[in-house]
């Protein structure tokens, strides 16, 4: 296949092994500052996804919770093909820090409550959404952090 502008269009989704979190992409901008993109993946690609009210429910309250323990964060958001997210950090890459933080995030939001901004005013569908599932894909997640660091099966 041609080479292409997108950094995840030429990782062969078939060779990965999900869950993981590996650097999709680092930036560096012309005042000096970087810019790092994770790849946060809970599913096999092709193979399994998410629901769209927990993909919902899990970008909101980890948007909202990762601020808690990080400064540099940038955006989180959800892949459309419902198998992970992406994280932007205002840093150098460093994916064992960013395991922590996405576990620790992972935990505020197993915590939770309730679904931040999960309403009309805050949000452009705000029906949509599922503290529960969003808490059982987060759990299951949690549960093989081990191998995390591990993107592509030994
Ligand atoms: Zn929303």
């Given at each position: 296949?041609p080479?292409?502008?997108v ?31 994770y ?16 993909v ?20 989180f958001?959800p ?11 205002a840093?150098q ?7 922590e933080l ?15 901004a999960a ?13 529960e599932?969003?808490?059982?894909a ?8 081990n ?7 030994p």
């Amino acid at each position: 296949m041609p080479s292409m502008n997108v950094e995840s269009f030429n990782l062969d989704h078939r060779t990965v092994s999900a869950p993981y979190v590996r650097v999709a992409d680092v930036k560096q901008l012309p005042l000096g500052d970087v810019l790092t993109k994770y790849d946060v993946r809970f599913c096999q690609p092709n193979k399994d996804h998410l629901e769209m009210p927990a993909v919902h429910s899990i970008e909101h309250t980890f948007a909202e919770c990762v601020r808690d323990h990080s400064d540099d964060v940038v955006d989180f958001s959800p892949m459309g093909c419902q198998t992970g997210f992406y994280l932007l950090i205002a840093a150098q890459p460093d994916v064992p820090a960013t395991i922590e933080l996405v576990a620790q995030t992972f935990q505020d939001i197993l915590e939770a409550t309730e679904v931040p901004a999960a309403n009309e005013v805050q949000c452009g569908w705000g029906a949509n959404h599922s503290l529960e599932a969003a808490q059982t894909a987060v759990k299951a997640m949690l549960a093989q952090k081990n191998t995390w660091d591990q993107v592509v099966a030994p």
